[in-house]
C-alpha cells in the first residue's frame, strides 16, 4: 500500500518536520555546510542534532541523518521500493570515493578520516544487505498471492524480477571491489580487515537467496500460466453447457427439425452431447468447442506473393539552352518543334514539352527575339502561342 510521505512526517513536531523530510530526500547527498542553509535553518538543525536525528561529522563539516532514523523511515515509507539496489549503489560510489581520497592525502591524520568513512559505509553494508534479501523475498510472495488478476501478478512477478536482478548486479560489483581493490589488499587495519571477511561472506549469501528467489519467481510464473489456462478451459466449458442448457430447456430442437419454411431452413442443431460424454473423450469436447466457434482452429501458413517494385529510370536532365540553338536554325513554331525533339532517343513527354515551351518563352535572355504580337493556335487539346525562330544572333 502507497504512504504518503506528507502525512506520514506529520508524526513528527512542527518545527523539525520539513527539515526531517528534506534530510530524507537528499539522504543520498553530501550535505555541506553551504548546502544544509538551504534545507533548514540553524535552530531547527540544531533541534534535530540534539535528538539524535542529524550526525555531524565536525572534521568533514558534513551532516547526514542518523543511520537508525534512515532506517526507520525507510521501513515505514518503503522509500527504497522493495527489490531496488539504488542505495547500495549510492553506498558503493561513497567507498570509492573515500578511498581516492585516502590515496590523495599523505597527511596520515586526514587520510584516516576517509578510512572512518569506508568503515562507516562497510557497517551500513553489512547491517542492511541482509535485510533488503528478506524484503525481496516477501515481496514476491506477498505480489504472487494478493489478488487474483493474472495481467496484475504477471506484471508484479516481472518487476521483481527486474529489480532482483539489479540487485544482484549490485552485490557482484561490491563482491569484486572488496576483493580487488588495492585499498583492501594493503590496509591492516583490524576493523577494516573484519567487515571486508564478514561482508565477502554476506556477498555469497546473497548470491545463493537470489538464485532462490530466481527459482521461485519462475515457478510463480509457471503456476500463473497454469492458472491462466485452466481457467480459459473453465469458461469455454462453462459457455458450452450454457449453450447446452439453453438447447435442452427449449423447444429449439423442436423447431430446427419439425418447423418448415425459410426461416427455419438455415438453423442447424449445436450438439447434443452429453456432459459425461465430454469427460471419458476430450477429443470430442474439442470437436464440439471447435464447432461452436470456441476451441482454437489451426490455421494452414498461406503464401504471400510479394512483388518486387518496378524502379523507372531516371529521367535525363534537359539543358534548354542546347533546345533554342537547334529552335532558331530550323522554320517550326516552337510548340510543334518540341513537340518532335527527342532527347536520349526518346521524344519530349507531353509535361517536358510543356515544361520546355514556357521555360524558353519566359527565358529573359531570348525575350527580344519573338516577334510580337503572337497569333494563336489550337492543337491537341492545348492553346498556345505561335513562336517562330527569328534569324537574330544567340544571346
Known amino acids: 500500500m502507497a504512504v504518503s ?41 540544531a533541534k534535530l542534532i540534539a ?31 522493495i527489490a531496488q539496489a539504488d542505495w547500495l549503489i549510492s553506498l558503493i560510489d561513497e567507498i570509492r570515493r573515500s578511498i581516492e581520497g585516502y590515496h590523495k592525502l599523505s597527511d596520515t591524520a586526514k587520510a584516516a578520516v576517509f578510512s572512518r568513512k569506508v568503515c562507516r559505509s ?39 524480477l527486474e529489480r532482483a536482478e539489479s ?3 549490485a552485490i557482484e560489483e561490491l563482491n569484486k571491489l572488496l576483493r580487488n581493490d588495492a585499498f583492501f589488499q594493503i590496509h591492516r587495519d583490524t576493523e577494516i580487515l573484519s567487515l571486508r571477511r564478514g561482508l565477502i561472506l554476506r556477498c555469497a549469501q546473497v548470491g545463493d537467496g ?17 492458472d491462466y489456462d485452466r481457467a480459459r478451459k473453465l469458461i469455454r466449458l462453462c459457455a458450452m453447457i450454457d449453450r447446452h442448457e439453453h438447447f435442452t430447456s427449449t423447444n429449439l430442437e423442436e423447431v430446427s427439425t419439425a418447423a418448415a419454411g425459410p426461416w ?19 477429443e470430442i469436447l474439442a470437436r464440439a468447442l471447435m464447432k461452436v466457434g470456441v476451441g482454437e482452429r489451426q490455421l494452414k501458413a498461406r503464401q504471400v506473393e510479394i512483388e518486387e517494385p518496378v524502379f523507372e529510370e531516371d529521367s535525363p536532365i534537359i539543358d534548354w539552352t542546347n533546345v533554342y540553338k537547334t529552335f532558331v536554325e530550323q522554320e517550326k513554331d516552337l510548340f510543334t518543334f518540341l513537340g518532335t525533339t527527342s532527347i536520349g532517343g526518346k521524344l519530349l513527354s507531353e ?10 518563352l519566359s527565358d529573359e535572355k531570348w525575350a527580344l527575339t519573338w516577334d510580337r504580337p503572337f497569333e494563336m493556335n489550337f492543337e491537341g487539346g492545348w492553346e498556345y502561342a505561335l513562336v517562330f525562330p527569328r534569324a537574330t544572333k544567340i544571346i
Open 5 to 45: 510521505k506528507d502525512n506520514f512526517f506529520r508524526i513528527f513536531q512542527s518545527d523539525l518536520r520539513e527539515g526531517l523530510q528534506r534530510f530524507f530526500e537528499n539522504r543520498n547527498v553530501r550535505i555541506s555546510e553551504e548546502i544544509v542553509e538551504e534545507l533548514v535553518d540553524r535552530p531547527s538543525l
Open 51 to 81: 535528538f539524535d536525528f542529524i550526525e555531524h561529522d565536525s572534521e568533514t563539516s558534513e551532516y547526514r541523518l542518523d543511520d537508525r532514523v534512515e532506517r526507520f523511515l525507510d521501513e515505514m515509507l518503503g522509500a527504497v521500493e
Open 122 to 160: 562497510l557497517r551500513g553494508c553489512k547491517g542492511r544487505i541482509l535485510r533488503h534479501l528478506e524484503e525481496i523475498q516477501s515481496a514476491v510472495d506477498y505480489d504472487y498471492r494478493a489478488g487474483s488478476d493474472y495481467e496484475v501478478k504477471l506484471l508484479n512477478l516481472q518487476w521483481h
Open 167 to 169: 540487485y544482484g548486479r
Open 210 to 226: 537470489l538464485t532462490d528467489i530466481y527459482q521461485r519467481i519462475a515457478e510463480y510464473l509457471n503456476r500463473v500460466l497454469r
Open 264 to 282: 427455419f431452413s438455415e438453423i442447424q442443431v449445436r450438439t447434443t452431447i452429453s456432459p459425461s460424454v465430454t469427460d471419458r473423450y476430450p
Open 351 to 360: 509535361e517536358e514539352r510543356v515544361d520546355g515551351y514556357c521555360s524558353i
